[in-house]
């Protein structure tokens, strides 16, 4: 399948309200990897900081390209007329 146009990583960003969309898009990728970062180190018995936070990071770069892949997707095929 053909990746869709980056619409969150291109000049759009310099309006005010799609920098929000951007913001937003990078927070909730953080925060879901995060929340299953923390389930992966509790169900693994993980303590060790910094292997909860390499897994978080691994889990970052998974989740954000499938999370922009979609928001892009959805940028370019939501039709906004009635």
């Known amino acids: 399948m053909a ?18 969309v951007f913001q937003k898009t990078y927070n909730l990728i953080g925060k879901l990897s995060k929340d299953i970062s923390k389930s992966e180190a509790e169900g693994f018995e ?6 909860i936070a390499d897994i978080c990071n691994i889990n970052s770069r998974i989740i954000s390209s499938q999370i922009i892949e979609l928001v892009n997707f959805t940028i370019k095929n939501f039709d906004k007329h009635e």
């Open 46 to 51: 993980v303590s060790d900081p910094r292997r």
């Open 3 to 20: 990746k869709t146009t980056d619409y969150l990583h291109s000049d759009l960003l310099r309006n005010p309200k799609n920098d929000l």
